[in-house]
């Protein structure tokens, strides 16, 4: 197996170090800054193959360009896996397609002869026999991965890879019914609100011991004016209090915050386990003890929802005293 990763500026994307793990460290990364990518998959990958390409991501035509790069390199290639972020959400039905693979996407685990999918929302895991050739998405933030600090470099390989010069056609001896890309009109910020919750990077989520549906709506009013995100545990959005869409854990979204601030949220396993590894972590509850006060690096002992008001009406004032 081969995994492939879309890098933007020597930034790799979510998924990209778990989605290398699991093809044994054997990978191709395209886009620019490649090599910095690389050093960031140390203790990781074993052998990458890199493929610098200038200008932006146009997943139609790199999607032609390696079809092609990927069909020479025979048998090696024959299973590929990319992360299941935006990129390479993009590319892999493009490559499925012009490679005339079938398209495993959501995968919780995928080795040559088994994918495990995962459908409904999390709520149910399908194994398939993918076949000899297949492409295949890994989800971010489901399998793990830690870094062998004492391995030795992985082998860089240019590899070069022709992308068409216009947005409307496919790269050489690539099938010309390759679908062209679309013209970018204008890249808009991130809005917390809407974004995807595996890709953002605060995340403020309520739990059991919130008293009111409206709570969730205060949540949101909160999580805007800091730049965050709102997310919630089963347990709320069972209550239909929010989409599940917005449900972190095993069944529902597995994230990876840089702030990830818990209201009322004990610590159940099956949440826990879809927090990824955030790198700070504020908890309120009113059991000190529970677990996710002992995973915080601030715990305050206190009624969640209490907090939630005074938290707001302090956010309030400030924004006020700023205009």
Do not use: K
Request: some cysteine.
């Amino acid at each position: 197996m081969i995994a492939v990763v879309v890098v933007r500026d020597g930034q790799l994307p979510a998924g990209a170090a778990e989605t290398v793990a699991e093809c044994a460290g054997l990978a191709l990364l395209i886009g620019s800054g490649t090599p910095a990518a690389a050093a960031e998959l140390a203790g990781v990958a074993t052998h990458l193959r890199v493929a610098e390409v200038d200008g932006p991501f146009r997943p139609a035509a790199w999607a032609a360009g390696l079809a092609t790069a990927l069909a020479s390199l025979g048998s090696a290639a024959a299973r590929t896996v990319l992360p299941a972020s935006p990129d390479g959400r993009d590319l892999a039905p493009r490559l499925a397609h012009l490679l005339a693979r079938p398209l495993w996407a959501g995968a919780v685990a995928v080795t040559p002869g088994r994918v495990d999918l995962a459908r409904l929302g999390g709520s149910e895991l399908h194994t398939v026999a993918p076949g000899e050739a297949f492409v295949a998405t890994l989800v971010p933030g489901v399998r793990g991965v830690v870094p062998t600090h004492d391995a030795s470099p992985p082998i860089l390989e240019p590899l070069s890879i022709s992308i068409a010069a216009s947005s409307g056609g496919p790269a050489p001896d690539v099938a010309p019914d390759a679908a062209p890309d679309v013209a970018v009109v204008e890249v808009l910020p991130a809005d917390p609100a809407t974004i995807d919750l595996a890709e953002a990077e605060r995340i403020l989520a309520g739990g059991a011991g919130l008293d009111d549906r409206r709570r969730m709506d205060q949540l949101g009013r909160i999580a805007a004016m800091i730049g965050a995100s709102v997310g919630a545990t089963r347990v709320v959005t069972d209550r239909g209090w929010t989409p599940h869409e917005r449900q972190i854990g095993t069944t529902g979204v597995v994230v990876d915050p840089d702030l990830y601030l818990a209201f009322a949220i004990s610590g159940a396993v099956q949440h826990v386990s879809g927090l990824g590894d955030p790198r700070h972590v504020i908890s309120v509850n009113t059991d000190g003890h529970c677990p996710m006060m002992q995973l915080a690096d601030i715990a305050i002992t206190s009624d969640a929802n209490a907090t939630l008001d005074a938290l707001e009406q302090l956010l309030v004032t400030r924004e006020v005293a700023a205009s």
